[in-house]
């Protein structure tokens, strides 16, 4: 059941639903997902400092945001990859999130700006990911302390990034001691319970998912490639701990529960969360809903002790 404080917002949504993906162009879509990002934002926690830095890889340079707290502990460095359905999403439409994990864990947070479809199709998201990690873990001093722990961490497709990184990378000694994976989409084909409860009028809508899925596949067909679709992952043995957390009533919440699963099959340390009652998205909503800063706030407390136990 709908948290009540979710309700005004589920009633405008459903009164005004957003234009088909097919009738707008992917730079209208980014512009309002960014307002109504800017608009949701509460407070802003306080920073130490904040800096835009750029990540200079092989062959282009990402822009990226460093989030230093205030009475920083320096134990970890968690490189953050921002939700959108792939298509979506920037360095501003998550500077409140970052802030306030960064905040709460007094642990740094860089957001990381990758490329987006349908001009980036995959694997370009996806080899951002992979190369800005590889980056950050041997440029570590360019970031802060030399000996902080590498943590990836991701919402929405931003944790599909996120987790395939922590796969792809498991044997490369980047010290990733963990990956924490918000409302995670993992794969295209959408076909679980929650998908068909909660697929349409609850902010997330599986329809739009799906068209901007094979605007990230772009000509790339192989839904079972776990690149893709982690969920058909067949070894995840030695990947880094993780925390997933999903939301109650969200369409994505069964291949979450089910990828938490996946994980522990294989002997990864996993932690489940399950926030009742909230919607895709909450976390990014605590600047105006108290119930989902609680759950922010939350997940701050379970990340900084798995830094702990892994020290």
């Known amino acids: 059941m709908v948290h009540s404080a979710f309700e005004p ?31 949701l934002q509460g407070e802003m926690a306080p920073m130490t400092s904040l800096e835009d830095r750029e990540l200079v890889l092989e062959s282009r340079t990402l822009k990226a945001r460093l989030y230093v707290p205030v009475n920083e502990e320096a134990q970890a ?14 360095l501003a439409t998550h500077e409140w999130l970052c802030r306030r994990l960064a905040f709460d864990t007094k642990m740094r947070f860089l957001a990381v700006d990758y490329r987006l479809a349908p001009e980036y199709p995959f694997p370009a998201g996806l080899n951002d990911a992979l190369e800005a990690i590889r980056y950050v873990a041997t440029h570590r001093r360019e970031f802060g302390d030399e000996s902080a722990q590498l943590i990836v961490m991701g919402d929405s ?31 295209p084909e959408l076909v679980t319970d929650s998908a068909h409860r909660y697929g349409s009028g609850y902010l997330l809508d599986v329809e739009n998912l799906r068209y901007d899925y ?38 994505l919440r069964d291949e979450g529960v089910a990828y938490a699963g996946l994980l522990r099959h294989y002997g990864v340390a996993v932690e489940l969360l399950e926030a009742k009652g909230m919607v895709h998205g909450f976390l990014e909503m605590g600047g105006v809903i108290p119930e989902a800063l609680a759950i922010v706030d939350d997940l701050a407390t379970h990340l900084h002790r798995l830094v702990e136990v892994a020290s």
């Open 214 to 251: 094979a605007q990230y596949l772009g000509e790339f067909g192989d839904h079972t490639d776990p690149r893709v679709t982690p969920l058909l992952s067949t070894d995840l043995f030695r990947v880094a701990p993780a925390i997933v957390v999903v939301a109650e009533c969200d369409p």
């Open 9 to 39: 917002f589920l009633r405008e949504a459903r009164a005004n639903p957003e234009p088909s993906p097919k009738s707008v162009t992917a730079d209208e879509r980014r512009q309002a997902f960014r307002n109504e990002a800017l608009a």
């Open 77 to 90: 460095l968690v490189v953050y990859f921002h939700g959108g359905d792939f298509v979506m999403g920037d």
């Open 157 to 187: 497709a931003g944790a599909n990034l996120a987790t395939v990184a922590a796969t792809q990378l498991r044997d490369e000694n980047l010290d990733i001691v963990a990956q924490v994976l918000i409302y995670p989409t993992l794969g």
